[in-house]
Nanobody, 115 residues
Framework: QVQLVESGGGLVQAGGSLRLSCQAS????????MGWYRQNPGQQRELVAT???????NYAGSVKGRFTISRDTAKNMVYLQMNSLKPEDTAVYYC?????????WGKGTLVTVSS
């Protein structure tokens, strides 16, 4: 079992920045990919960014160049630096970890970007 706890969400004006953090605990040895997804009510959860154990990254086209995902393996943390935020970035952001092909999710943190 993997437990994931997100932090760092909040209210920010358009053009501002936020940094999300996710702490992993439990059975963490063997976690391959970690990432961030987001979801709004009535919509599907969508990929924001992922990072592999080797440091390879993948971003949604809508956030490329504005968001940066990073990972501190020693601390079992993954981060999402979000710059130049837009109102359409408003969502609940969820941390994800893949362990032996099984997905684990945090409870999410709300990011609200005002115009």
């Amino acid at each position: 079992q993997v437990q994931l706890v997100e932090s760092g969400g909040g209210l920010v004006q358009a053009g501002g920045s936020l940094r999300l953090s996710c702490q992993a605990s439990g059975t963490i040895f063997g976690i391959s990919t970690m990432g961030w997804y987001r979801q709004n009510p009535g919509q599907q959860r969508e990929l924001v960014a992922t990072i592999t154990s080797g440091g390879g990254t993948n971003y949604a086209g809508s956030v490329k160049g504005r968001f940066t995902i990073s990972r501190d393996t020693a601390k079992n943390m993954v981060y999402l630096q979000m710059n130049s935020l837009k109102p359409e970035d408003t969502a609940v952001y969820y941390c994800n970890a893949v362990l032996f092909r099984r997905d684990y999710w945090g409870k999410g943190t709300l990011v609200t970007v005002s115009s």
